[in-house]
Every structure is written in structure tokens, then in C-alpha cells.
């Protein structure tokens, strides 16, 4: 627990989160019984020994590509609609009980499909846990399938495709009784990756009406955050923290109120920076670009959960209550679920809960 005095306040505020893999929420515990349950082999070098042993290699990471490596060895104990619904069920109650009422959750659908698991299994595993979490904590949620910068842009081509032609992107209504696809986003590897090659596909979304988020200038440059911006029209940016090195697309972010979904404590485990205070919050402040905080594969990174994410975030930054209530009211408006369920959530930041809370904290200092 951080030892900050917004922390009661930062637990009860009411967040939305929008930067979190399905897949990364997979715990060492969960993959060996699943291996086991599903037979399948795990590789057998020493860090396989034991989840405990996985654990700590997970502690060493040295890049996103090192980290990367091990998270799709993950992906291949997932096969059946069960196992996500298992795993959306387990995210959303811890969710919940941080006081998460809106979560937009990615998953990787090349990831499955090239492995015989089809994106209707996830999406039927993904309904059954969103439905029973709606109705016992009110949290609501919604998918985000990512395409993937590793594999040739054929087969993004060819799983946009697929997605768009079953009906996915149509199911999407935003709300509770029937949780679909949000938007289209774009992961993995980015260095000498850029945006452009996917242009054609994100010109196809945009036609279509479909909202458009990619990870950029993560570990990639700068550049590479204005490119999702131009050529790619993106409508987020997830991490974009490396846009902090050129004022002009910090300028553009701010300009175009762009919400970046940045992963502070991700990026310690990555190595993007040495400690949360590096991020470029602050920055972001100033110039008025808008963010929202988010965990991105807590199972990967120390088992670092949202509210984790906000308490490190206060330890380093002692941003001010109008600066917390500024950050949550952002990451309301920058969801992607429906004006209705948009309006209940503000309604509690800015009318009961929260702000009780928050007159509680000021009397106590
Ligand atoms: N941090 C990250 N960056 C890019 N792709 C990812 N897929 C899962 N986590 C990711
Ligand atoms: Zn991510």
C-alpha cells in the first residue's frame, strides 16, 4: 500500500481502464494448470521448472521483444471458450474490486486462430464473464482485438478480413447486454516496424466506423506516434510515452485531444524507463495532453494491478486532487462504451462517492 495521503481516495475513485491485454493477465499459477489441464507441453528450459521459477524470469525482462517471447508461449495453453472466460471473469473482479466500472480489453486474435483456437471461442468466453461481471459488480466491458506488427501485414490483412466478415465489429454495442468489439487495435514488436505498413487496413476500419487505437512510441520514436496519427488516423495512442521527445506531436496529441493510455509501470518492467517518474506525465500536464493510467499485462509485471499502477503514479508525481479528478474525468471521456454508461460513471466521480471521500481526506489533513 503506497503511503501517500490521497490513497483512500485514489482506491474509491471510480476508473476506467483501457490498456490491458486478456492474455497478459494470465498468471504463472493459471498457465501451468492450464498446460496441464489441456495437455500441452511447456518448453523445457529452467524457468518452466516451476511458476515460481517463471515469476522470477518474468522479474528480469530486458525489452519488449524478451518479454514478448515469453508472453506468446503463454498464449499456447488458452484453447478453449471456457479458459478465457476463466481469465475475463478473474480480470474483472479484481477490476471491480479497484473500482474499475469500465474496462476495454485487448486480445491478440492471430495469436489463437494460428493455433486452431477460434476468435469466436474467445469472444463466447469473453460474453459469458463481461454478462456475470456486469451483473455482480457493474463493471462493464468491451474487446479490442489487436493485430500484430511481427507478423507480415498479409495476415493482419487477412484477420481484419475475417473479423469484419463474421460479424464482430457489428456486434458492438457498447453496452452491457451484449459486450463486442470497441475499435481495431495494433501491437507487438514496434521497433522498425512503422505505422504505415497498416495503413490500407486502418483505412478500411475508418470507412467501416470503426475506432482505431495503436501501441506507438513505446519503445519506437516519436515519429512513430505522429505516423498512427496520420497514416494510420488512430483515435488513441496506447503508451505513446516517447512522444515526449518532439514538442510537435506532443502539440498534435494535445491539438487533436487524443487520449494516450499510458503503462508507467510496464514501461519500468521493460525497460522503456528506469522508474515510474520517468514517464512524461508531467509533461503531458503541462501541454494538455489528455491520458488515462492502465496496467497492460499485470501477470507479466510484478502483478502490478490498476490501483498499484495510480498509487505509483502519486508516489512520483504527488499530482494534486484537481489533478486526480482531471485524470479520471479524462479516462471517462476518452472510453469508448456509450454516452449513457459514460454519463453514470461521471456522475459518480463528480457527485457522491468519490468527492465524499475526497472531503473525508481534506478534513483528516
Ligand atoms: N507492452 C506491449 N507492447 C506491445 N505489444 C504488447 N502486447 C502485449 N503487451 C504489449
Ligand atoms: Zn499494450
Redesign the pocket.
Known sequence: MCKSPLHALLTSMPKCEHHL?L??TLSCELLFSLAEANTIPLPSGPEFASPAALRARYAAFTS?DD??AY?YIGFSVLLTASDFEQLTYAYLSRAAHENVRHAEI?F?PQGHTSRGVSVSAIVEGFQAAAKRAAQEFRITALLIP?LL?HLPVADSKACFESLVAAGHFDARKGGEAEPGFAGLGL????LSQPPAHWAEIFAAAKSKGIRRTV?AG??GPARYVAAALADLGAMRI??GVRAAEDDAVIEKLAEQGVLVTV?PV?NVC?RVAKSVAESPLSVFVDKGVKFSLNS??PA?FGDHYIQDVYCAVEEAFGFSIEQWAKIVRDAVDGSWCTEERKAVIREEIDGGYCYGKLQGILRAF
Open positions: 491485454h492474455e497478459g519488449l518479454f514478448l508472453y485487448f491478440d489487436c506488427r501491437c507487438s514488436t514496434e501501441h513505446e519503445e496506447d503508451h503503462c510496464s521493460l497492460d499485462d507479466y
